[in-house]
């Protein structure tokens, strides 16, 4: 993952690389490659489409498509589940355009400018390393759940809005490539959180330009196996990346890593101590307390640490008290 950008198989000629990943997706990927094609553009650009070893028929319709345009679709396909984070890495070094569009094999492009607009502005400015644009939320069977994500408005944003919040949609996202090479080892150990250490890396330094304008339908992946975990879940992944991230940031960015962590800790200990894991709760909230600067939130983590020792002490004294009248 130290590779330099010079290492990488690009060809001058071609500016785009569209990377679709795949798993399972048969009934999806169509629609997701036909929406690619439909893209009006006065640049070349290929198709590299990374399969993680599916059981159904995505690899014999990829490569129905492959017949078609054998100029402009490439196949990795592999031979077995590497799983999530490997196969999008993998795919991005296969990818030899100046700029990598990420698109998923369930999510699908509306617009057919979108791959000529971002190009534009990554050409236009050295300073800007990813460029994204709006999406609409929808279901499988097309019901829109969100008509515009992410809240909030268009133009640069830099890595302390990145920390604050994973604003991008990976189906929006034209990045350079040799971006991927910033991820460290950690990546893989992390398969929920599938873009943002890339999006958080990358504007070190850069930006993330956000064209306003919604070009893309991000699919709600309801069979994924993170789906339903909750919000305790997540919160501990949040906070988990966070612990990660620090180091990988200059000091510059270190507190407002920390402010972010503890604001997770003190939402986990909230969460647990409605859960009636009290220990776990005061642990949770006495990390919240260490994690930002002693001043940062201070009446939030004093109060939430204070509600877990306090809950923790009732439920150690009743339980006592219950156990000697036995």
């Avoid at 133009?155 to 994973?166: D, M, P, R, S, Y």
């Avoid at 910033?182 to 150990?189: A, H, I, R, V």
């Avoid at 969460?271 to 220990?279: A, C, N, P, T, V």
């Avoid at 709760?281 to 002693?294: D, E, I, L, V």
Wanted: aromatic content about 12%.
């Amino acid at each position: 993952m130290n590779s330099s950008d010079t290492d990488l198989n690009v060809n001058p000629d071609l500016l785009v690389s569209v990377a679709i990943t795949s798993y399972n997706h048969a009934a999806l990927l169509p629609k997701a490659i036909e929406s690619v094609l439909q893209q009006h553009t006065d640049f070349p650009f290929e198709i590299v489409i990374g399969d993680d070893c599916s059981k159904d028929d995505t690899v014999a319709i990829a490569r129905e498509y492959q017949a078609k345009y054998p100029h402009l679709i490439r196949i990795v396909a592999r031979t077995e589940n590497v799983g999530t984070q490997r196969n999008y890495y993998e795919l991005f070094e296969q990818c030899r355009g100046k700029y990598i569009a990420w698109l998923d094999a369930d999510d699908y492009w509306t617009d057919p400018q979108k791959l000529s607009l971002q190009a534009e502005i990554l050409e236009k400015d050295a300073s800007i390393t990813i460029c994204g644009h709006f999406v609409r939320w929808v279901t499988r069977d097309g019901q829109v759940m969100r008509p515009r994500y992410p809240e909030l408005a268009g133009g640069v944003h830099g890595t302390n809005a990145i920390l604050e919040k994973n604003f991008m949609p990976s189906p929006s996202a034209m990045f350079r490539n040799g971006l991927q090479h910033k991820l460290p080892k950690w990546y893989f150990e992390v398969p929920p959180l599938t873009d943002w250490p890339l999006w958080v890396l990358g504007t070190c330094p850069g930006g993330i330009y956000m064209i306003d304008r919604v070009m893309a339908d991000y699919t709600l992946n309801t069979t994924s196996s993170f789906w339903g975990k909750g919000d305790l879940f997540w919160r501990e992944m949040n906070a988990d990346f966070y612990e990660r991230i620090e180091v990988e940031l200059p000091q510059e960015f270190h507190r407002k890593v920390k402010e972010r962590k503890g604001a997770e800790y003190e939402e986990i200990a909230c969460i647990l101590r409605q859960e009636g894991r009290y220990s776990e709760s005061r642990k949770a909230a006495w990390r919240a307390f260490q994690s930002p600067a002693m001043g940062d939130r201070i009446k939030s983590k004093t109060k939430a640490l204070a509600a877990s020792i306090f809950r923790e002490l009732q439920f150690r004294i009743l339980g006592t008290s219950k156990r000697s009248q036995v």
